[in-house]
Every structure is written in C-alpha cells, then in structure tokens.
C-alpha cells in the first residue's frame, strides 16, 4: 500500500523560505512522477507544481513560478518542495502526490494523480 507523509509545514514570516519533504513508503518512487497541490481556507485546491519520474521535466503554476522548486531522492523515497520568498497568499494545506509514472507525462490536476499525503500546514505572516 503507498502512503505519503509530508512533512516540514509550519509558521514563517513574509519573505522567509521553507522546504517541505514528501516520503513515499510502500512502493519505489521511481514509479511515479510526483505532483504538489495546496489548499487555502475556503478555497478550492489547486495545483502547486510536479515533477516527472526522472526529474528532467516540470511544471508550476504561475503563481509560484520562479519562488518554487521541487526535487527528488528516489534513492530516499522522498520529494522536495523548496519555497522561496513567501508571501501570506501561500498560507494553506500543502498536498503531496503521486502520479504512476507514464513516460515524461506530469499531470497538473487532482484527476491526474493516484495518490496522496494527509498535507503540511504552512502559514505566511506578513
């Protein structure tokens, strides 16, 4: 059974950075491409960026492109989310997922993925 844990959420100020891991148990990251979602209060979750199984392709949404970086050890099983300069609209529930990898294709909605972590806190204080 795969199970995601998500780790590293907590409180920063505005402009601080912060780096969330993932760690995929059960199975073989090499398996999946690996996908980051987030979900504010009252709001809908949506997309954050994703990474495909070999770590050569990526996508962000263009709210975090250029702040926002994700990597992976697949030799520790664990997927990265580096944040760069915070800002309050950040605050929410991150989500990590996994995708059953299919070539270079990385998926950018919740259908795409088939499964997920029980999310991270992280609150932006300005």
């Known amino acids: 059974q795969i199970q995601l844990v998500e780790s590293g959420g907590r409180s920063v100020q505005a402009g601080d950075s912060l780096t969330l891991s993932c760690r995929l148990s059960g199975g073989t990251l090499r398996s999946y491409a690996m996908g980051w979602f987030r979900q504010a209060p009252g709001k809908e979750r949506e ?23 994700i990597s992976r050890d697949n030799d520790k099983n664990t997927v990265y989310l580096q944040m760069n300069s915070l800002k309050s609209e950040d605050t929410a529930v991150y989500y990590c997922a996994a995708q059953r990898a299919g070539g270079n294709y990385i998926g950018t909605t919740e259908n795409d993925y088939d499964y997920w972590g029980q999310g991270t806190q992280v609150t932006v204080s300005s």
């Open 47 to 69: 997309f954050v960026g994703a990474l495909s199984w070999s770590g050569t392709m990526k996508k962000f949404a263009d709210s975090v492109k250029g702040r926002f970086t």
